[in-house]
């Protein structure tokens, strides 16, 4: 056992022991020294709680080990065993359990003085008056052998259930991660889908007109200076048809356009939107989504999860 740790023990000892510790498996001094380590970390305090708490969503499942074991070593027909059978056939962690009790019963019938009874032979008339002690120390030693099994038995049920209990803690953490998984891949599926509609939405049909706006390759290269490139002025609710002309638009498959305002605040993002044969890239705006005020409009490349700035373009929106 690692000493050094908070109370005697290493963290992780502690954390490795504490099915062991809920199932009563430990010696003397294994369990003190995880006593130890608890009155001083919190941290496996708050695990040995979450481990009593699957041990007892466990025991309400499945029978004790206890009685599983009785089960594999009962020379008779046990009440519950019907019970067990059935529990066994539909569950395969007892019926593995189930199999190592009667392996360990054949094991501990099968050695030396393994539980075989030997009949005192008959003494005679001369041994008489030694009968009762005879007796006695073979009472005695049926008591010593029935003891014994009983503690064996006992010790085997509280190492089957700290080993259950164990592969119940692994399986509720990798059950934990899978939910957390499936949790963020629904969180990205409904954020492209809301993405996927937005675009949607932008490519409808033109309300009340329709407001052409091209902007050249050369306009982007003056989005660092002080004056706009060009000034845009909407009318009422038409919509805004942008083309934005780009230097070697093959270079990426697809691009992704940001409407930002100067300071710095995301208005809208589109994704995936690819050039068409002239190399420029053709949205179709709501006039809602082109407010008033300076905007600026930076276009990525996209190649994988990667963006590659390649050009960027300042609008001055008027409405009238």
Same mark, same amino acid.
């Given at each position: 056992? %690692? &000493?050094?740790g &908070?109370?005697g ?6 954390? +490795? ?17 995880? +006593? =130890? ?19 007892a969503l466990?025991?309400?499942?499945h029978?004790?080990t +206890?009685?599983?074991?009785? !089960?594999a ?6 009440? /519950?065993s019907?019970?067990?059978e ?6 395969a /962690?007892?019926?593995?359990?189930? $199999?190592? $009790?009667?392996?360990s019963?054949?094991?501990?019938f ?14 005679g @008339?001369?041994?008489?008056p $030694?009968?009762?002690?005879l ?7 049926v008591?010593?052998?029935t ?7 006992r ?6 259930? !700290? ?11 990798q ?7 499936a949790? !963020?891949?629904?969180? =990205? +599926? ?10 949607v939405?932008?490519r ?9 706006v091209?902007?050249?390759p ?7 200076s002080?004056?706009? @490139?060009?000034e ?6 038409? /919509? ?8 070697r638009a093959?270079a ?16 809208? %993002?589109?994704?995936g939107?690819?050039?068409?044969e ?7 705006v ?14 990525a490349?996209e190649?994988? $999860? ?15």
């Amino acid at each position: 056992m %690692k &000493t050094g740790g &908070t109370g005697g023990l290493e963290h992780r000892d502690c954390l +490795e022991r504490l099915a062991w510790f809920v199932s009563g498996a430990l010696d003397r001094d294994e369990r003190e020294a995880v +006593e =130890r380590h608890l009155g001083a970390c919190e941290a496996c305090r708050t695990e040995l709680a979450r481990t009593r708490a699957v041990a007892a969503l466990h025991a309400a499942a499945h029978p004790l080990t +206890e009685r599983l074991i009785a !089960a594999a070593w009962a020379a008779d027909h046990p009440p /519950d065993s019907d019970e067990i059978e059935q529990h066994v056939a539909e569950c395969a /962690d007892c019926r593995e359990e189930l $199999a190592l $009790a009667r392996a360990s019963r054949a094991l501990e019938f099968s050695g030396t003085g393994g539980g075989e009874v030997v009949a005192l032979a008959p003494v005679g @008339s001369a041994g008489r008056p $030694a009968r009762w002690p005879l007796a006695l120390a073979a009472t005695l030693a049926v008591a010593a052998l029935t003891w014994g099994l009983l503690e064996a038995r006992r010790g085997e049920a509280a190492r089957l259930d !700290a080993a259950r209990l164990a592969g119940r803690l692994r399986g509720a953490e990798q059950q934990a991660e899978l939910a957390a998984a499936a949790r !963020a891949a629904g969180e =990205r +599926e409904s954020q492209r889908v809301r993405e996927l509609e937005r675009e949607v939405a932008r490519r409808r049909a033109p309300r009340a007109g329709l407001l052409l706006v091209e902007l050249l390759p050369e306009l982007a290269l003056r989005a660092a200076s002080s004056a706009p @490139s060009i000034e845009l002025v909407r009318t009422g609710s038409a /919509d805004i048809a942008l083309l934005l002309g780009l230097e070697r638009a093959g270079a990426f498959a697809s691009y992704t356009v940001r409407a930002r305002r100067p300071e710095g605040g995301e208005l809208w %993002k589109l994704e995936g939107v690819r050039p068409d044969e002239r190399g420029t890239l053709n949205l179709l705006v709501a006039a809602e989504d082109l407010p008033a005020g300076l905007l600026r409009l930076e276009v990525a490349g996209e190649r994988g $999860a990667q963006r590659s700035p390649v050009a960027a373009y300042r609008l001055l929106v008027r409405a009238m």
